[in-house]
């Protein structure tokens, strides 16, 4: 059995994707000779089809291209001029900055939603994943369910018991997702002035947001990542550390396409003195710590604790903050600013952040970085899917252990509503004996059994500035409902466990009230912008 399915591309097909494509028939490719607006727009266009990216350029982009200059190129060929000049200005000046000025965007598809939160890791790079509310995860890839089949687990005794319960587990998805459809469809009433389209897609997007819970963490995904040379190499060295054997062979074909573009920049990676010592001293610590840890608190029970928990943070953080918002246009020592902020009544202190808030008319008005002057430290216990989207902000600090069916899950409203709970729990019981079974031989690929809804643990370390922009998006009324509550309950502990009444009152943008069909307003606008350019 394949890990990857191979696409299939008609012979003039071929023809026009090598001018772009740096192959035709791996998962992993980079994207050349193509105007970057268009790069962007693909990876853009990626999260919301179940499409690969070569299949959407074809299908959507390449007809509006002027490609008649590109005829005699072929992205397959080694860019060799690149290379040497590359090389020279390396070697000469041997500076790692160098390899900070140039860029690749890179596919990466058929990726476990484990590999994904690998691959998305870093902060100094960008990301874009394939949504699971814009994608009905029961449809076939290459005529089997969407899901990674690691090959020593299939070829191994627990592979047919795998595989089986794997497509249990999606059947059901498919069965519920139809099921919470017609529950929504038949309970929430079409608003005057909708079309159908958008009323099917938001209660669609409804459905599928309450029960991708049912989804394994070895579902498929695509990832379009654009990143500097520094970046991937950083990015590559991690994962040939990582333990978990598809990461190590993700990278091996990520590096063999990205020296199809940017060879020099990464010509450090697989070499045993400089790369191979990194990833050695990655790997070894990570495994010393795993040992040393677990034989100090491995048989400790947790006690229940709280979904969200403010562990951290500066009582004097609002203080700091307001003298750092006067800094600038002071002409004093930060000490004696410091002294007359402390002098202050709350209200002259609010004034102060007031006005340098100013005026916020969306969200994406934010002040300056006199916000990034004080930190605030959760441990938050979600379900899988609420830290993918978490995961994702990157200006912050973010650690979280490993994914078990040990938290217990979380069980959407909706899918009792709908009368699906029972189908629901039966998937939830079979991916924990499914875990259960694989645990004790293979630990790492363990993990892809288990089903979204259960909840992992994390800690997320961010700067009142990232708390802005994190929480007021993640509490926006398309905002997925699980998430939404981990933010809102972020935001409330910042004001009251913290004290920090000033910073959540700058919080202008938090949505507190959800709305019935979340994606609603979204597909509104949507359709309103095509109505405009047809």
């Not at 072929?74 to 590359?86: K, N």
Request: hydrophobic share 40%; with cysteine; glycine share 6%.
């Amino acid at each position: 059995m394949t890990v990857y399915v191979p696409e299939e591309f008609t012979e003039a097909e071929s023809d026009i994707l090598r001018r772009y494509f740096t192959n035709l028939d791996l998962p992993v490719f980079g994207l050349v000779n193509l105007p970057e607006v268009v790069k962007g727009a693909l990876f853009a266009r990626y999260s919301r089809s179940p499409r690969s990216l070569r299949r959407l350029f074809l299908d959507e982009f390449v007809n509006d291209l002027e490609i008649a200059g590109d005829q005699q190129v072929d992205a397959t060929i080694g860019v060799d001029r690149a290379e040497s000049l590359y090389e020279k200005i390396f070697v000469e000046y041997g500076d790692d900055s160098v390899a900070q000025l140039g860029g690749v965007h890179l596919a990466c598809e058929q990726a476990s939603n484990i590999l994904t939160k690998i691959l998305e890791w870093g902060r100094i790079m960008s990301y874009l994943e394939q949504s699971t509310r814009y994608i009905a995860y029961d449809e076939r890839l290459g005529g089997r369910f969407r899901y990674y089949r690691d090959p020593d687990l299939v070829a191994s005794r627990f592979g047919t018991r795998y595989v089986g319960d794997m497509d249990r587990m999606f059947d059901s998805y498919s069965q519920l997702a139809g099921l919470v459809t017609d529950h929504v469809r038949a309970t929430v009433p079409k608003a005057a002035g909708d079309s159908d389209f958008i009323f099917r897609q938001a209660t669609r997007a409804k459905a599928l947001d309450a029960v991708r819970g049912l989804l394994p963490a070895a579902s498929l995904s695509n990832v379009g990542i654009y990143g500097s040379g520094q970046a991937f190499e950083q990015l590559l060295l991690r994962m040939r550390a990582h333990p978990l054997p598809e990461a190590r062979y993700y990278a091996d074909m990520m590096l063999t396409e990205l020296r199809k573009v940017i060879p020099s920049f990464l010509r450090r990676v697989d070499v045993p003195e400089r790369g191979g010592k990194w990833s050695e001293y990655l790997s070894t610590n990570a495994a010393a710590m795993s040992e040393l840890v677990d034989s100090m608190m491995g048989d400790t029970i947790a006690s229940d604790v709280e979904e969200v928990t403010l562990v951290s943070f500066d009582p004097e953080g609002e203080n700091k903050l307001v003298t750092a918002a006067c800094y600038a246009f002071s002409h004093l020592p930060e000490s004696q600013i410091r002294i007359k902020v402390e002098n202050m009544s709350q209200e002259e202190k609010t004034d102060i952040l007031t006005a340098y808030v100013g005026d916020r008319e969306n969200r994406r008005h934010r002040p300056g970085r006199a916000f990034e002057s004080t930190d605030y430290r959760f441990d938050v216990l979600s379900d899988y899917g609420a830290f993918r989207d978490m995961q994702r902000h990157r200006l912050l600090t973010i650690e979280w252990q490993p994914l078990t069916p040990y938290h217990g899950y979380t069980r959407p409203e909706l899918v009792d509503a709908a009368g699906g709970a029972e189908m629901f729990d039966e998937v939830m019981h079979r991916s924990s004996a499914l875990y259960e079974a694989l645990v004790a031989d293979y630990p790492q690929q363990a993990a892809y059994s288990v089903s979204m809804a259960y909840r992992i643990r994390y800690v997320m370390q961010f700067n009142a500035r990232e708390a802005m922009h994190m929480l007021e998006l993640r509490s926006s009324p398309q905002g997925h409902p699980s998430y939404r509550r981990v933010a809102l309950e972020m935001h409330r502990q910042i004001a009251e466990k913290a004290g920090h009444t000033a910073v959540a009152a700058a919080m202008t943008h938090m949505t507190t009230e959800a709305p019935e069909l979340e994606r609603l307003e979204s597909e509104r606008r949507a359709e309103a912008k095509r109505s405009s350019r047809s």
